[in-house]
């Protein structure tokens, strides 16, 4: 509710409430974040397609090659660029939807409320589910009793829940209130599932007790622990009804960082959530482009007419990630998706070793999925991904050189390029909005960190496609 304040000098002076103020600030800082993107597009847009326009524009020459002229380009080398700007276009969709999900919805909410009324949320039975294989039992303890810890705090007062944890490996946590430990069997076999796959499988075949009709399933990864406004979300979504599945945001830095590069890195995903990600969920209702799976919710009769067997050209293993795979299945038999407020923070990997080996392996997987299902956006995605490396002679001949091709082919990879790079940026000031003697100098090296990744990336899409696990 608001107040007014009267005096002498300011008669009926409007006061805001706590959540007016909370409301100002985000879309404050949300009309800051948008002014930022569009810094970043007409810098980029500059370096690789306005400057031509101006009437002093002397093209410029890589430095310390003297075999190629500075105003006609060698033919070899010119061939090489165009290329590699016509690859680059490939990612013009997933920098088209990020752009439109940071510009079109709010991107610094404050508090998630709860939409409908507690008799409606009172129907519901939540499962939370973790599936992991039980190789750190000591960190799969620590992410239980925390994430019980929210549960049993959170103000929404979920009636009917259950923190489930489906593992290859005995962990050895005691059976207690809304807590289960579930080992898959080694003899379980399902037809062409494999690893995660197998252990979803297994809990669609073999379901632990019912806790109620309205029945839905919170999919976490092993290191992904709960909010208070994730709860909300999943609760809105649920009663919200009209979607049998649902994706939300996953952060890196609120449960601590081990290690700063990998945790930059990471924070360019916060981005593709709370754009491409959301932006497809909300306008189409459909995963055209992605789906991720640290946090998704499912409807357990939906998921078990899917269900995670193999269903295409392709075996269902660690190579190839389960939620991918469901998620392409789900969209194709016609059910619906939707986003949801709120987040669960996960952690970076400790090492860039340990990075580069899960990224080769969400490359392949990606691949694999997108050549089996065979549809337009999917191998837009295919040869996007395969292709990657070739977008560094864009990258750096572009902003580096300002070296040009054709306008209009120049102003797209120049709108490319600054989507992607912002989405590094981006994600340290979401990640970091109360921390400025962090969030300034990383903000400050997230560009650099863009280049090192772009780098970094092309190498992994390589060695992905000559090195099978």
């Known amino acids: 509710m608001t107040r007014r304040r009267s005096s002498f000098l300011l008669p009926n002076t409007h006061v805001p409430s706590v959540a007016e103020a909370a409301d100002i600030s985000s879309y404050a800082k949300h009309a800051g974040h948008v002014l930022l993107l569009l810094f970043f597009v007409y810098v980029f847009e500059d370096r690789f397609s306005l400057n031509v326009l ?22 070899i080398f010119k ?20 752009f439109a999900g940071l510009v079109m919805f709010n991107a610094f909410k404050r508090r998630v ?16 589910r973790i599936v992991t294989r039980g190789s750190d039992p000591e960190k799969i303890r620590e992410v239980v009793r ?3 810890e929210v549960l049993s705090n959170s103000p929404a007062q979920v009636q009917a829940y259950r923190l489930e944890v489906i593992t290859e490996q005995p962990i050895g946590i005691e059976k207690y209130g809304n807590f289960l430990e579930r080992v898959v069997p080694q003899e379980y076999r399902t037809g062409g599932a494999t690893g995660k796959a197998r252990a979803l499988q297994y809990c669609l075949e073999e379901p632990s007790e019912s806790l109620g009709r309205n029945e839905w399933v919170v999919h976490l990864d092993e290191s992904a622990v709960l909010s208070e406004d994730a709860i909300m979300g999943v609760l809105n979504f649920a009663c919200k009804g009209g979607a049998q599945f649902g994706s939300g945001l996953t952060t890196y830095t609120q449960d601590g960082i ?4 990998t945790a930059i890195i990471d924070s360019a995903q916060i981005a593709e959530d709370l754009g491409q990600t959301r932006f497809q969920l909300k306008m189409f209702h459909k995963p055209l482009l992605a789906w991720q799976g640290a946090f998704y919710v499912t409807s357990v009769p939906t998921e078990r007419q899917v ?39 996960a952690r970076s ?14 490359l392949q997987a990606a691949s694999a999925i997108s050549a089996a299902h065979n549809t337009p956006y999917s191998i837009v995605q295919h040869w996007a991904a395969r292709l990657l490396p070739l977008t560094l002679p864009s990258l750096m001949f572009g902003l580096l050189w300002s070296v040009p091709t054709l306008f209009i082919l120049d102003l797209v990879c120049g709108f490319i390029f600054a989507v992607r790079a912002y989405a590094y940026t981006f994600g ?3 990640s970091f909005p109360g921390e400025p003697a962090v969030m300034v100098p990383m903000a400050f090296a997230s560009p650099f960190v863009f280049l090192l990744d772009s780098i970094l990336e092309s190498a992994v899409t390589l060695l992905a496609m000559v090195h099978k696990d």
Request: proline fraction near 6%.
């Open 54 to 75: 101006r009437e002093d524009y002397v093209p410029l020459s890589p430095p310390e090659d003297d075999e190629i002229p500075s105003e006609g380009l060698g033919p």
């Open 79 to 98: 061939i090489v660029l165009y290329f590699s700007r016509l690859a680059t276009l490939l990612l013009l969709p997933q920098a088209a939807f990020d």
């Open 113 to 128: 409320p709860l939409r409908h009324s507690t008799l409606e949320s009172d129907t519901l039975a939540i499962t939370f």
């Open 146 to 148: 925390r994430n019980l």
């Open 258 to 261: 081990t290690n700063w590069l």
């Open 307 to 345: 269900g995670y067997r193999r269903r295409s050209s392709i075996i269902i293993d660690d190579r190839v990630d389960a939620e991918q795979h469901f998620a392409a299945i789900s969209s194709r038999l016609g059910y619906g998706f939707d986003w949801i407020d709120g987040e669960v923070h």
């Open 349 to 362: 990997e400790s090492s860039l070793a340990e990075h580069i080996f899960n990224r080769k392996r969400r």
């Open 428 to 430: 340290v000031l979401r």
